[in-house]
T-cell receptor, first 114, second 115 residues
Framework: DTAVSQTPKYLVTQMGNDKSIKCEQN?????MYWYKQDSKKFLKIMFS???????INETVPNRFSPKSPDKAHLNLHINSLELGDSAVYFC?????????????FGPGTRLTVL | DQQVKQNSPSLSVQEGRISILNCDYT??????FLWYKKYPAEGPTFLIS?????DKNEDGRFTVFLNKSAKHLSLHIVPSQPGDSAVYFC??????????????FGKGTHLIIQP
């Protein structure tokens, strides 16, 4: 059974479109994250939710909006996609805050904006 | 500004030998460090961690060394095996701040184990 799953795995879309990436974890964790890995291979945290509440919100455009309907899901919605949004997006989860517990990552979603 | 630096984009090691991956950090608030391993088309997986109260942590073939004064840590893999070929990410966090800032990752080092 997949611990942290993301859909879709690949997403190709045009500039200006709105798209969503879904993430689900079946580990019973209470903290979930979104990371972005850009073309320079840096893996940077974007958002973190603990018990469905936002606890980390790095400096990302407000076109990115995470939504956590329950503790097992953290979806990422992106409005008005831009070329610079092309990257691999990783969802992750952990038990408790990130500093104390290892994070389990999903397989990633490769987003290509044309 | 890179707070966690992995200056070697790639490293090639012969099977059976020791692999040493290095990581430097600049933020003196970091006091908890982790190594993640990543295969192509998969997400990173946790390998080993160390807190700043220790200078060494060992788990099987993997050992992490921390030199706080030099703000440097290294991951040793011995003996290296073909399945160890992957990208290794160093990550850091500040426990003293409650960890609310999340993990800061380096750019990764691609380890290639030669048969």
């Amino acid at each position: 059974d997949t611990a942290v799953s993301q859909t879709p795995k690949y997403l190709v879309t045009q500039m200006g479109n709105d798209k969503s990436i879904k993430c689900e974890q079946n580990l019973g964790h209470d903290t979930m994250y979104w990371y972005k890995q850009d073309s320079k291979k840096f893996l940077k945290i974007m958002f973190s939710y603990n018990n469905k509440e936002l606890i980390i919100n790095e400096t990302v455009p407000n076109r990115f909006s995470p939504k956590s309907p329950d503790k097992a899901h953290l979806n990422l919605h992106i409005n008005s996609l831009e070329l610079g949004d092309s990257a691999v997006y990783f969802c992750a989860s952990s038990r408790g805050l990130p500093a104390y517990n290892e994070q389990f990552f999903g397989p990633g979603t490769r987003l290509t904006v044309l | 500004d890179q707070q966690v630096k992995q200056n070697s984009p790639s490293l090639s090691v012969q099977e059976g030998r020791i692999s040493i991956l290095n990581c430097d950090y600049t933020n003196s608030m970091f006091d908890y460090f982790l190594w993640y391993k990543k295969y192509p088309a998969e997400g990173p997986t946790f390998l080993i961690s160390i807190s700043s109260i220790k200078d060494k942590n060992e788990d099987g073939r993997f050992t992490v060394f921390l030199n706080k004064s030099a703000k440097h840590l290294s991951l040793h893999i011995v003996p290296s095996q073909p399945g160890d070929s992957a990208v290794y990410f160093c990550a850091a966090s500040a426990l003293s701040g409650g960890g609310a800032d999340g993990l800061t990752f380096g750019k990764g080092t691609h380890l290639i184990i030669q048969p």
